[in-house]
C-alpha cells in the first residue's frame, strides 16, 4: 500500500469506507486496513484489485465494490 500514489491511496481509502459500512462488526475486523496484502493497480480499467488475507475485491474509480 505505501508504493500507491495519493489518488489510488484515496480512492482504497474512500471506497474502503464504504464497503466496511456494509458489514458485521466480525467482518469489518477480518476487512480492516491492516488486513490487506497486496494492492494492485488497473489503470486501464481504472480500479484496485484488493487483496485481503481472505478474499480479495476490486474497487472501483466509481466507489464500488464487487
Known sequence: MKKLSANMKLLLL???????KTMSPEEKEKHSLENIVKVVV????KYLKVYYKHEWYHY??????Y
Open 14 to 20: 474512500t471506497v474502503h469506507g464504504k464497503h466496511i
Open 42 to 45: 488497473n489503470h486501464k480499467n
Open 60 to 65: 472501483t474509480n466509481k466507489g464500488s465494490w
